[in-house]
């Protein structure tokens, strides 16, 4: 059985999605948290590992790597583009019982990994998904609701949703 990998080229991302650019305008940290919390509902639901990677030039110093919602973020040494540590980890990642799937939009960034064996995903197609994964995890909010005895304090369906979120350690 292959493991699966999700490297999201973070800025990328950022940029392609609505609702995402939208946030960037008013504020980039606020962008990149509900970029990392997508990310963690896509983990939950897909059990990949997912990385995100953002570039340094926006975020100035030396390399770093934390955990957020259970999904990994590195942002890249100063002078090392996000394209350049993707590609890093793809070579460090990749083996035969590990499958790479890498979401940008940098058409030059998907021929390079592609030839290094990892599937291309770009910005509109996780963004897509990301929608079909939103509405799969409403579906199943409406059946545990619907199995579960009657509470005697009512809740509105996005409360639900919301109070299922965190049952799965997704802000």
């Known amino acids: 059985m292959k493991a ?8 990328n991302v950022i940029g392609a999605w609505e609702e995402l650019r939208r946030m960037k305008t008013e504020r ?16 939950a639901h897909t059990g990949w590992r997912v990385i995100i990677v953002f570039d340094a030039h926006l975020v100035p110093g030396i390399e770093k790597k934390k955990r957020s919602h259970n999904v990994e973020v590195v942002f890249t040494r100063e002078n090392e583009t ?7 980890l793809v070579a460090e990642l990749g083996g035969r019982r590990v499958q790479i799937h890498v979401a940008t939009s940098d058409l030059t960034e998907q021929w390079v990994i592609f030839a290094q064996g990892a599937l291309r995903k770009s ?3 996780l963004e897509i998904e990301m929608n079909e994964i939103d509405k799969l995890i409403s579906i199943k909010v409406k059946e545990i ?27």
């Open 4 to 11: 699966d990998v999700l490297l999201v080229d973070g800025y």
């Open 28 to 43: 980039l940290a606020d962008a990149r948290d509900r970029l990392i919390e997508r990310m963690a509902e896509y983990k």
């Open 82 to 88: 996000a394209d350049e540590r993707i590609e890093k």
């Open 123 to 125: 910005a509109r197609e």
């Open 145 to 171: 609701q619907e199995q579960r005895p009657f509470s005697k304090i009512p809740l509105s369906d996005e409360v639900a949703e919301k109070f299922e979120k965190w049952r799965r350690g997704i802000k």
